[in-house]
């Protein structure tokens, strides 16, 4: 990888994990907001979100810079990041949604969105670079489990 490469990489992948740790940091103490909640069965301890959205952030920056780096048309490689800005964007707010303002079903509408964006991020990121698209499947797993746990968590709260 060219040195250019990695610098570019490692900017994707921190710009990604930045807006987390932002979005984190004006959602409040997320820790003790989630304990307060009651839980749907096979809510995971609080531990497992940060370990598994920093690894989520960083392959949405990884999956981003294989489709800023591709060959394809540059209209073709806008359109794809455009949607993973919007996404990023979305992602960014649902915390804040959920745990700043404590808006339930207001954050079921916005994962509901957010899993659509990623959907079709996922599949403009295929027609471009297949591995790209690849590495977000984890993404959207995390997305519906999670949109089964906000949605079960506005039921029960």
Do not use: H
């Not at 048309?73 to 303002?101: D, H």
């Not at 996922?122 to 698209?133: M, N, Q, S």
């Amino acid at each position: 990888m060219k040195k250019n490469n990695i610098y570019d990489l490692l900017i994707f992948v921190l710009s990604a994990e930045l807006a987390g740790v932002l979005s984190s940091l004006i959602a409040g103490n997320l820790g003790e907001l989630y304990s307060a909640f009651l839980k749907p069965p096979l809510s995971p301890p609080g531990l497992v979100f940060p370990i598994v959205w920093t690894i989520l952030y960083a392959l949405m920056g990884i999956s981003a810079f294989l489709i800023n780096t591709s060959d394809a048309e540059p209209v073709r490689i806008k359109s794809a990041l455009r949607t993973y800005c919007l996404q990023l964007f979305v992602n960014f707010l649902w915390p804040i949604v959920f745990f700043r303002f404590q808006a339930l079903w207001a954050s079921t509408i916005v994962i509901a969105v957010l899993i659509i964006l990623v959907i079709i991020m996922t599949v403009k990121f295929a027609k471009i670079r297949p591995l790209a698209a690849l590495i977000n499947i984890p993404y959207i797993i995390w997305l519906l489990f999670a949109a089964y746990l906000n949605t079960a968590t506005a039921v029960l709260n």
